[in-house]
């Protein structure tokens, strides 16, 4: 069980959601206030995403996240920023007996250094580091994270100072994070963050999620989260196994069968749940004190 547990909020994500839900924010402008909502609600961490302002569809554009940035340290809301380094590994194959060439709608494959262009620009406390290749539910869609890649970004991360959120999506994921504490590429704390029921990674029963946690590194912070329905029993799971959480509208859209959910009221409910179990909340500068983090801004 852990008693003193911080809350992430994944504001906005960058999968097709924005159709399903008019709360997934799309513009920096909303995706700056999603972000303050959250952190007033009681989020300690915003992960951010951006967005294309005009198709809704996940974007990497400097720019886009710079205005994110800034709106939100000129707001003066103490919050943690995690932004995601995600983007640029997509791969989308041609469907049959023909896999190439790729699909020029949707694929979107750059280097790792240019996948970190923001993280270098705008220095976050924390960026997000997809540990792993893997298949998505789109049929023929595949996240692309080789090892020559992330060993690249996590060297460039440790030199800029930020902390490496390390996405593990299934055990082996944890194969490879552990591979890179032992090459040095990851500087203490390690921060995990355990990414449950994501077709095609770890399924979101308490079995698998409990064997992810026993194999982790040890020492280190973690957190754990499930997309859909699973997101806020995974509030009290994830505690009770000895992390902490992640609520937001990347992962889900519904605070309840047929009400969407803002980003305001997932958080809120999330900490109606730990407050109910007599947790302590962290805050921004508990979580800075705690992974050690260099604020920014």
């Not at 960058?14 to 007033?40: C, F, H, N, W």
Request: contains cysteine.
């Amino acid at each position: 069980m852990n008693w003193d547990v911080f809350i992430t909020c994944a504001i906005t994500g960058s999968g097709d959601t924005t159709g399903k839900s008019a709360k997934v924010p799309v513009t920096p402008k909303d995706i700056a206030a999603s972000a303050i909502e959250a952190a007033k609600a009681g989020a300690a961490i915003a992960h951010i995403h951006v967005r294309d302002p005009g198709t809704g569809a996940g974007a990497r554009d400097v720019a886009l996240y710079r205005e994110v940035v800034d709106r939100v340290r000129d707001s003066e809301t103490d919050v943690v920023l995690n932004l995601t380094a995600g983007m640029g590994g997509d791969l989308y194959f041609g469907a049959g007996e023909k896999p190439l060439p790729l699909k020029t709608e949707g694929t979107d494959m750059v280097g790792p250094l240019e996948r970190l262009r923001h993280v270098e620009e705008l220095l976050p406390e924390i960026c997000t580091l997809d540990c792993g290749t893997m298949n998505f539910a789109e049929a023929d869609y595949v996240m692309t994270n080789t090892p020559a890649m992330l060993k690249t970004m996590a060297k460039r991360v440790q030199e800029l100072g930020v902390r490496p959120e390390l996405e593990v999506f299934d055990t082996g994921h944890l194969v490879f994070v552990k591979e890179m504490i032992a090459d040095g590429l990851i500087d203490d704390p390690v921060m995990i963050q355990l990414c449950m029921g994501i077709p095609y990674g770890a399924p979101d029963d308490p079995s698998t999620f409990l064997a992810m946690v026993h194999a982790l590194p040890p020492g280190a912070t973690f957190s754990g989260f499930s997309i859909g329905r699973m997101q806020l029993p995974f509030v009290a799971m994830a505690a009770l196994a000895g992390g902490n959480v992640r609520v937001g509208l990347e992962d889900n859209i519904y605070l309840s069968r047929g009400v969407m959910a803002s980003n305001g009221a997932l958080v809120e409910r999330a900490v109606s749940v730990l407050e109910a179990m007599n947790v302590n909340l962290l805050g921004p500068a508990d979580v800075r004190e705690k992974l050690k983090l260099k604020k920014r801004g």
